[in-house]
């Protein structure tokens, strides 16, 4: 099989169930983006291939290619969205980091080691992610699943690349005013 179709060569692209829309449809540009999000996670996991958090990271792929195969389905619920225990994984996973850093006491610059750095840009990602699929104005249940999951995904990123700093004794980057 080809890996081009030359389907979208007039700007169209169909839907999971064949519906064709425009390239530019907002519900393109919302799974377009969790698919750059899930690969800008993939750089960041790459950069620090000995991290503690590789397995959450897996796992959060798979999620991500979940919420992007739910966004491309439109009407139909052969993708469900994550389910609530995976937020609160999330959240579990928020604290047992934090319960390792010290508080914050000012703002943070992204940056320090690079794979800090590359959770900062996934979690920028992942904020923009947010907007467009709330932007669909979706009210099915696997669409809300799937923003409540973005939001605290968007917060286990902030942590994790404050983390993978601690982890590799390099301090957060304060922001000071010039």
Known sequence: ???YTRTGDSGETSLFGGARVRKDDARIEAYG???ELNSV???ARASWPLSSLDEQFHAIQSDLFDIGAHLASPGTSRFAGPPAARVTSLEHDIDAMESELAPLKTFILPGGTLAASQLHVARTVCRRAERLVVALNDADEATKS???YINR???FLFVAA???NHKNGVADVPWTRT
């Open 41 to 43: 996670l993939g750089v």
């Open 146 to 148: 799937s923003i409540t």
């Open 162 to 164: 404050r983390f993978a």
């Open 1 to 3: 099989m080809k890996i």
């Open 33 to 35: 983006t969790i698919d």
């Open 153 to 155: 995904l968007s917060d």
